[in-house]
């Protein structure tokens, strides 16, 4: 009997415990993404997280030790999905000419920050300034964004399609604008076309890489 009381502890519904938490916290970051960018991360509270989620309190602190450790992991999850989408396309493309790589990873970039409205909304407008923590996470990504883009002009610099230089400022120049371009494609009213913007992108990139030393 302490067997099949055991086994029904962890069971519910045909669902074992690691699998409710695991559903619980995927709804908790969902829920957030869609309160945290549609009435705003200050105004957002606990409650109703877990309202929306339809769990309790306890169930949110198992998970998170606060709101604002639910806005860091849905910020890091939505620059991973970017990278994730991007770092496929390398290998796809190690035959081809640096600046085909180049604009081909635009492409990538752009579709996946764009492939859910809430994902710039969350990363550009609502994150920004949270706290010290948020910062720091944010140049995290930052700099990381901006040693991804410098070796892909090194290598088109090797290749000879761009001139032979230090591109580190380059690149930090161009994380910031491709930022603030996605930042206005999801803030400006009327909406800007996402092909728009990824043509903004992409001819600002060869055209700061490939410019005259």
Not at 142 to 159: G, L, N, S
Request: charged content about 25%; some cysteine; proline content about 4%.
């Amino acid at each position: 009997m302490a067997q099949g009381a055991g086994a029904h502890s962890r069971m519910y519904r045909g669902v074992d415990t690691e699998q409710r938490r695991a559903e619980r916290r995927e709804r908790l970051l969902e829920a957030a993404l869609d309160e945290f960018t549609t009435r705003g991360y200050h105004k957002t509270k606990i409650a109703d997280l877990c309202a929306r989620a339809g769990v309790s309190t306890r169930n949110f602190y198992e998970k998170f030790a606060s709101k604002e450790a639910l806005l860091l992991e849905l910020h890091a999850h939505i620059n991973t999905i970017a990278m994730k989408r991007m770092l496929p396309v390398l290998d796809s493309l190690a035959d081809a000419d640096a600046l085909t790589r180049i604009t081909t990873l635009v492409n990538a970039f752009v579709e996946a920050v764009t492939s859910d409205p809430r994902y710039p909304r969350l990363n550009y407008v609502e994150a920004p300034g949270i706290s010290q923590s948020m910062e720091r996470q944010h140049q995290e990504w930052f700099k990381r964004y901006v040693d991804f883009i410098t070796a892909e002009c090194e290598r088109a610099a090797a290749a000879g399609l761009a001139p032979p230089r230090d591109y580190r400022l380059t690149a930090i120049a161009l994380v910031g604008a491709v930022t603030q371009l996605v930042r206005a494609w999801q803030t400006d009213e009327p909406a800007v076309p996402v092909e728009a913007v990824a043509v903004e992108i992409r001819e600002l990139f060869v055209a700061a890489i490939t410019r005259p030393a």
